[in-house]
């Protein structure tokens, strides 16, 4: 389950790069119940989305030339100069070389050889989000890729994951988990077969107490959805949803009620 006690390779930051980010965030407030929070006047516009006090992901304008609205999943790593050297020589793309972010911590943000997007993070003063697996918080991952076994492979030789692979009807899903600690309890997100029409990318998921109310609160907020809410046997019931600029993002109500980290 993902936690907030980050380990190598966890996801410990998650942000969300927006063409509008006072829109952006009114429409997070409306589905979520988040409080955008500025991160202060030099920080080009970048800020915070809390929920009762605690940090629960980061909003900011687009930077990269051509970008299109989407979520960032940042990984925890303890030397961001050396992940990128790993990056590489996996095969995978630097896109913005390692850089301090004041005294926050170090980041560097990478494609996968697969062409899914992702980020590291290396803490300094801030070790990353204040929630994780709470209501309305970051609680799973997934990879979408084209090739499931060649992606979780360049992922292991970054960051050390394991996997466990899980039947599901019509597929193997690929179950992720950090490299220490019980492979269960380590787990944080899963790799699945890129669906036809859609291109790769990392997909963040929040757990809710109601899918069904967070879809219609998503709809009235100018947002869509890609997949109406579902019970799927065993893990819970999922939605898939767009923001008004088109940034997907999942919500589950897992068939085990997620506890607050």
């Known amino acids: 389950m993902l936690t907030t006690d980050f380990v190598t390779g966890s996801p410990s930051w998650l942000d969300l790069g927006s063409p509008d980010t006072g829109r952006a965030a009114d429409f997070y407030g409306t589905v979520f119940g988040w409080e955008f929070q500025s991160a202060g006047p030099d920080a080009g516009g970048y800020g915070f989305f809390r929920r009762d ?42 896109r913005v070389r390692p850089f301090d972010v004041m005294d926050a911590g170090r980041m560097a943000c990478f494609t996968d050889p697969g062409g899914a997007e992702f980020a590291v993070w290396q803490p300094g003063r801030v070790g990353g989000l204040d929630s994780a697996s709470a209501e309305n918080a970051l609680c799973w991952t997934e990879l979408h890729v084209a090739d499931p076994t060649a992606a979780y492979a360049f992922y292991r030789g970054v960051f050390g994951w394991r996997v466990a692979d899980m039947e599901v009807p019509g597929m193997v ?53 890609l997949m109406p809410a579902a019970d799927v046997a065993g893990v819970g019931r999922i939605a898939w949803l767009a923001d008004p600029f088109g940034a997907p993002f999942a919500v589950i109500r897992p068939d085990q009620p997620a506890a607050a980290a």
């Open 53 to 94: 006090g605690a940090t629960v992901a980061a909003v900011g304008p687009l930077t990269e030339e051509g970008a299109s609205s989407a979520w960032t999943v940042y990984f925890r790593t303890p030397d961001a100069d050396a992940t990128a050297k790993s990056v590489e020589q996996g095969g995978g793309t630097v």
């Open 173 to 225: 899903y690929k179950v992720l988990s950090t490299a220490e600690g019980d492979q269960q309890a380590a787990s944080f997100g899963g790799v699945a077969p890129l669906q036809e029409g859609d291109r790769p990318r990392w997909i963040p998921y929040f757990a809710v107490v109601d899918p069904d109310a967070v879809v219609a609160a998503a709809e009235r907020g100018g947002g869509s959805a």
